[in-house]
């Protein structure tokens, strides 16, 4: 994939010059990647600050150049005059805005030796993602043969910084992100600039050597076999209340401890935050690109059935079964084909079903592949056999929830993923939801009641 068309190679110590700034940007070494870009840790002398360098594959430069029109609409969206409760105007950052990735620059830069143009962005510089977050945990938890996802309480943040994040895309930029899951959502880093110094100063030299080689083809998995593999800045240890809180304590501290600011080991502040990041599929939400949307298991059933007339709602869609993953380890839904009887497609719909109830007719048909799953009288085409079971069900029988919790965090999962979409809730309403706790703790002390008390003037 580094063969022309493709990425370009790049190595530490790389100067990407950008005509807004004096001095080159410089690579100090890479953070990850995607199917359309290759990401690095910069630094800048102008004003000696790290972030990352998202260097986009050439043959997406049209993507890429998509990407940074969104980018610049949220950052013009972030600031606005508000007028507050008490009647005075203050210049002020809508409160979703920060959970959403900033741009800080572009460019585009030639590959060495050849003409290819590849789109560059600079980007708010961000910790790991919510996948490898994930794994980490779920490594740890199998160890010691408990539950095996995150901990419910830093899950309860994720929630609700998401659904921040969402309602400013939805509600302010008019955008639907398209592509919700764990490995878009990424995690911050206190005092980042400092935070960065200190970790590079802690790590190892980076090799110098070329650091990107093509990826390899492993277990049918497409993966980077590099020099220097692809590591985020690691997330600092958590703070031991969020990592003990849920049912390990009385049963219900579940709603009282969600602060998600709390003391850390050196009597700092951490307040754990992430933002949603990766743009590159977010459409704005009544001019379509495809109905083609969504990574399969996030997938909502409009999009299944490939109906034409979806919006914002897919997002929530995918919120609600990114949660159930972060808190559970594994997959809301996660469909597979059987060979000579039924598709994914097929076995989603029958999966959707059993956990969220048959549906009308109505919310079936008027899909391009409608006919294709279901019957003229709305029934499965391929599959016969259903074996409902509800979300409570589910996480007590299943993921060892006490039923009480598993009833609660159903009653937050359920209006999310209502199939009709017109009527799932929407990111503003899930905000009110009692199970993300008190609404003005911590880092959000600032944050208004309820969001119609804000006014954006335009
Ligand atoms: P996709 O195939 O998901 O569309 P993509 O090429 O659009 O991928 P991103 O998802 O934006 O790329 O980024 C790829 C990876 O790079 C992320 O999963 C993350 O690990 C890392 N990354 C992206 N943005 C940042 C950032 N701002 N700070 C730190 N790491 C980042
Ligand atoms: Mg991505
Ligand atoms: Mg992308």
Known sequence: DYAPGGYLPVKVGDAFSSPNRRHPYTVIRKLGWGHFS?????????????????????KYGATARDEILLLEKVRKRAYKNVKTRHGHTEFAQHPGARHVVALIDYFSTRGRNRGDEHICMVLEPLGENLLSLLDRFRRRR?????????????VRIVAKQVLMGLQFLHDECNLVHTDIKPENILVCLPNVQDYIEAHIARSETWPSQRVSVPPKHVDGRKQHVDMYHSQ???????????LNGGWNGSANTLSSTSSSRSRSRDGDFYGFNVQISDLGNATPADKHFTEDIQTRQYRAPEAIIRRSDWGTAVDIWSVACMIFELATGDHLFDPRSKRGSWEKDDDHMAQIIEVCGDFDIELKMGGKFSRDIFNSRGQLRNIDKIKPISLTQLLTETYNYPPREAKHFATFLEPMLRVDPSMRSTAAEMLLHEWLGPRETGDYSRLPQSYESYEWSG
């Not at 985020?232 to 969020?242: A, D, E, G, K, M």
């Open 232 to 242: 985020p800045i690691p997330t600092p240890p958590l703070p031991s209340n969020l």
């Open 38 to 58: 290759t990401v690095w840790l910069i630094h800048n002398k102008d004003d000696d600050r790290y972030a990352a360098l998202k260097v986009c594959s050439a």
């Open 142 to 154: 199998r160890s010691e043969s408990t539950l095996t996802g995150i901990p419910i309480e830093i």
